[in-house]
């Protein structure tokens, strides 16, 4: 059974631009989560799709992030414009459970620099 | 808010050796507690997931206790191999309404061959 993918795996930018993070999850998997961590922190909730839509968004910082999940397959996580604190590993997860509980499935997340 | 801590913050012990991490949440109504392996650069692995209703989960050499009511949980490796260096992450499912995961900042274990 093939893992969650993301890309790319490291991105490094500029503040002020765009960037745009790509993940599919595993197949079946109706639920996908994205985590924002921090170096030194734990994972923390970004934004959860329930098949195309939003469970929870209330930690996402809604002036400069965004994110869908079209066909409730794949999603994609945009940041715009980008902050130095933006810097961090962003992950994507899912689950086969309908939320709460269950086992999440991360992939091997996005590296993002900003400069 | 659910806070999770999670004690020692890095933890070096030499090959074949016993170990306990810890694991403390401030609100003990939770649905379930999950313990995750991360490798440099990886992403997360699910080693155990216990329910709130149930106090201990194995897994192999891997064994995590939960208390929920006063908010702990350990997890419990037995006879360490260098293999199981990573960084170990706790984390709570909790929430009314719209439950999430809430990690704590992780145990960074080195074995020692």
């Known amino acids: 059974e093939a893992g969650v993918a993301q890309s790319p795996r490291y991105k490094i930018i500029e503040k002020r631009q765009s960037v745009a993070f790509w993940c599919n999850p595993i197949?079946?998997?109706?639920?996908l989560y994205w985590y924002q961590q921090i170096l030194g922190q734990g994972p923390k909730l970004l934004i959860q799709?329930?098949?195309?839509?939003?469970?929870?968004d209330s930690q996402l910082p809604k002036d400069r992030f965004s994110a869908e999940r079209l066909k409730g397959v794949d999603s994609t996580l945009k940041i715009q414009p980008a902050k130095l604190e933006d810097s961090a590993v962003y992950l994507c997860?899912?689950?086969?459970?309908?939320?709460?509980?269950?086992?999440?499935?991360f992939g091997p997340g996005t590296r993002l620099l900003v400069l | 808010k659910q806070e999770v801590t999670q004690i020692p913050a890095a933890l070096s012990v030499p090959e074949g050796e016993n170990l306990v991490l810890n694991c403390s949440f401030t609100d003990s109504a939770i649905y379930n507690l999950q313990w995750f392996r991360q490798d440099p650069g990886k992403g997360l692995t699910s080693l155990l997931l216990i329910q709130s209703s149930q106090r201990e989960q194995t897994s192999g050499r891997l064994n995590a206790s939960l208390d929920k009511s006063s908010g702990r949980s350990t997890l419990y490796i037995a006879a360490s191999q260098p293999g199981d260096s990573a960084t170990y992450l706790c984390a709570v499912y909790s929430g009314a309404g719209s439950y999430q995961l809430t990690f704590g900042k992780g145990t960074k274990l080195s074995v020692i061959p």
């Open positions: 197949s079946g998997h109706a639920t």
């Open positions: 997860a899912s689950s086969s459970v309908t939320p709460p509980g269950g086992t999440q499935y």
């Open positions: 799709f329930q098949n195309n839509g939003v469970v929870d």
